[in-house]
């Protein structure tokens, strides 16, 4: 096997950030044209509104199976199936005229992507030296931000010109040609079930399985299961199993997901909590929605321009330089809101905020492949993405609740104190991870197979 080289970023350009990219683009093309299309065959404001959500809902619900399924049938097969699924879906969906079928075919494509980006970040954690990790993922973050702006623009174009129906059409399009990138360019040899977890070109996964507990069960009840050689579990086998590998991995990590894991799932709630308030205390003071929307446009164009830099942070100074300053610019934001009153005020506020977003771009995705395992790294990361992500389903309930209870003005102290409760816990109660891996001998070396 030749030497292992220095690591390049440049290496993931095809295989990971052109995929990555083109998903996200397609993905954002869908999203306002979701409840339009709802509403198009008699859908009534909310439920309109609802189909919208069934994409992240559909990812929160498969996360832990797509975990299991993503170190079951491999990494790169996994994110193969994750895209083409995503795709099917999607045709699925432009052709329906039925609301419970519309919601089913998008709970379906956000499983689909929810495989693909499990498969996506254990394969970070596999190839990506530690020491490049922040930036790397930073960019994939960058991607995912980008795509959520351009999308729009141009599923909204479609949309105008040709029907809500071509916007998906044009979704599954460009999924088809992130498929053909994965397929062309994502080595064969990586993250196959058959290969090692740890983060070498080629490893011995039966060595890895022996060495873990959870492993040495599943292998175990799989040869009981079928004496004559054939390891394929059934499916009840494959449950239990990849259940017994949950329930371990969080009682021997539960350290982690009680501190880590949780100030990323404040950090989530403060975020999309953000998206609900911002509108509502603007619209309360007398701003319209135009004014709104440019000062939305200005905040995300301020986390753009962040994502890279908070990547070399990470990688310099540590994933707490940037997670314990975001959490608590943002926190420390919303808790000034209900003392502004102007225009200006709110801009400033506003803008504030989306500097602390900024900061703290690809922390979560970073942190999640940080404290995996090399052993299995999906399952911890599916375990990680549920938690963390429960936090974007409660984060609009607490506005809502709170508002409701007390008032609006209330609803941004209680967001905010999230954010600094989030800040607390990542400075005194979560390790560096970095410091872990700053003397090892791999931290700067390529995991990319060479010829």
Same mark, same amino acid.
């Given at each position: 096997m030749a030497r292992a080289?220095?690591? =390049?970023? =440049?290496?993931?350009?095809?295989?990971?950030?052109?995929?990555?990219?083109?998903?996200?683009?397609?993905?954002?093309?869908?999203?306002?044209?979701?409840?339009?299309?709802? @509403?198009?065959?008699?859908?009534?404001?909310?439920?309109?509104?609802?189909?919208?959500g069934m994409l992240p809902l559909g990812a929160i619900i498969a996360n832990i199976p797509a975990g299991y399924l993503v170190e079951r049938i491999g990494r790169r097969n996994a994110m193969l199936l994750g895209i083409a699924a995503e795709a099917l879906f999607i045709v699925l969906a432009a052709t329906t005229r039925s609301i419970p079928l #519309?919601?089913?075919?998008?709970?379906?494509?956000g499983a689909a992507h929810s495989v693909t980006d499990i498969a996506r970040l254990s394969l970070f954690r596999q190839i990506v030296p530690q020491s490049h990790r922040g930036r790397a993922i930073a960019l994939l973050g960058g991607e995912f931000r980008l795509?959520?702006?351009?999308g729009p623009i141009f599923g909204g174009f479609i949309a105008s010109v040709l029907g809500f129906r071509a916007a998906f059409i044009a979704d599954a399009s460009v999924l088809a040609v992130a498929f053909l990138a994965t397929l062309l360019w994502l080595p064969a040899s990586l993250g196959s079930p058959a290969t090692g977890a740890r983060r070498v070109p080629i490893g011995d996964r039966a060595a890895?399985?022996?060495?873990?507990?959870?492993?040495?069960?599943?292998?175990?009840?799989?040869?009981?299961?079928h004496p004559n050689g054939d390891l394929t579990p059934g499916i009840a086998t494959s449950v239990l199993a990849g259940i017994r590998?949950?329930?371990?991995? #969080? @009682?021997? =990590?539960?350290?982690?997901?009680?501190?880590a894991c949780l100030a990323i799932f404040l950090l989530s709630l403060v975020r999309i909590g953000r998206q609900s308030i911002f509108p509502l205390w603007g619209e309360a003071i007398g701003i319209d929605v135009a004014q709104i929307g440019l000062i939305f446009g200005i905040m995300n164009g301020?986390? #753009?321009?962040?994502?890279?830099?908070?990547?070399?942070?990470?990688?310099?100074?540590?994933?707490?330089?940037?997670?314990?300053?975001?959490?608590?610019?943002?926190?420390?934001?919303?808790?000034?809101?209900?003392?502004?009153g102007s225009f200006g005020g709110f801009a400033i506020v506003a803008i504030a905020a989306g500097l602390g977003n900024g900061t703290g771009?690809?922390?979560?995705?970073?942190?999640?492949?940080?404290?995996?395992?090399?052993?299995?790294?999906?399952?911890?990361?599916?375990?990680?993405?549920?938690?963390?992500?429960?936090?974007?389903v409660a984060g609009p309930t607490?506005?809502? #609740?709170?508002?409701?209870?007390?008032?609006?003005?209330?609803?941004?102290?209680?967001i905010g104190a999230a954010g600094l409760a989030g800040a607390l816990i990542m400075l005194f109660l979560v390790p560096e991870p970095t410091r872990r891996f700053r003397s090892h001998p791999e931290g700067k070396r390529s995991m990319l197979p060479t010829k």
């Open positions: 080289q220095p690591f =390049r970023i =440049r290496t993931l350009a095809l295989p990971f950030y052109l995929p990555a990219a083109l998903a996200a683009i397609g993905k954002g093309m869908i999203m306002p044209v979701i409840p339009l299309f709802a @509403r198009s065959f008699g859908a009534g404001v909310g439920t309109a509104g609802a189909m919208v #519309l919601a089913v075919t998008l709970m379906a494509a795509g959520g702006s351009a890895d399985d022996r060495r873990s507990p959870v492993g040495a069960e599943a292998a175990a009840e799989a040869t009981a299961a590998r949950s329930l371990h991995i #969080l @009682r021997t =990590r539960w350290k982690v997901f009680a501190t301020v986390e #753009l321009a962040l994502f890279y830099p908070a990547g070399m942070v990470m990688d310099r100074f540590g994933r707490k330089a940037t997670a314990v300053p975001c959490m608590s610019i943002l926190g420390a934001a919303l808790f000034f809101l209900p003392f502004v771009a690809g922390i979560n995705m970073t942190l999640s492949t940080d404290f995996a395992p090399a052993d299995r790294p999906g399952e911890f990361i599916a375990i990680w993405r549920t938690l963390s992500d429960s936090g974007s607490i506005v809502g #609740l709170v508002a409701a209870s007390f008032g609006l003005a209330a609803a941004p102290a209680v």
